[in-house]
């Protein structure tokens, strides 16, 4: 089992900055990529990007590219989403997830179905 805890949201004005942090316990040891998706209201949950637990490689959706940047610390069992030039549009609930399945492609890392560890979530809002 993993679990995840996500932190870092807040209300905040377009054109600032957050960091949100992701702390995983549990059988880390299993988990091949880490993803950071989102979810607006009304909406389906939206890959963002990843990042190999491993190897620290990092894959980003075209939609946030250039204003978002994963990393991980791996002595604190940590992963973060820095995302900056927040816009309203960027207002949604931000999970971390977890997947222990090898060898994903670009194609199948974007799918919610292949992360089998979730957290709670942490909400993030930009006012205009």
């Known amino acids: 089992q993993v679990q995840l805890v996500e932190s870092g949201g807040g209300l905040v004005q377009a054109g600032d900055s957050l960091r949100l942090s992701c702390a995983v316990s549990?059988?880390?040891?299993?988990?091949?990529?880490m993803g950071w998706f989102r979810q607006a209201p009304g909406k389906e949950r939206e890959f963002v990007g990843g990042?190999?637990?491993?190897?620290?490689?990092?894959y980003y959706a075209d939609s946030v590219k250039g204003r978002f940047t994963i990393s991980r610390d791996s002595a604190k069992n940590a992963v973060y989403l820095q995302i900056n030039s927040l816009e309203p549009e960027d207002t949604a609930l931000y999970y971390c997830?977890?997947?222990?399945?090898?060898?994903?492609?670009?194609?199948?890392?974007?799918?919610?179905?292949?992360?089998?560890?979730w957290g709670q979530g942490t909400q993030v809002t930009v006012s205009s």
């Open positions: 997830a977890a997947s222990t399945e090898t060898g994903l492609t670009w194609s199948a890392l974007k799918l919610v179905s292949r992360y089998g560890y």
């Open positions: 990042i190999a637990w491993y190897i620290g490689n990092t």
């Open positions: 549990g059988r880390t040891s299993s988990i091949f990529v």
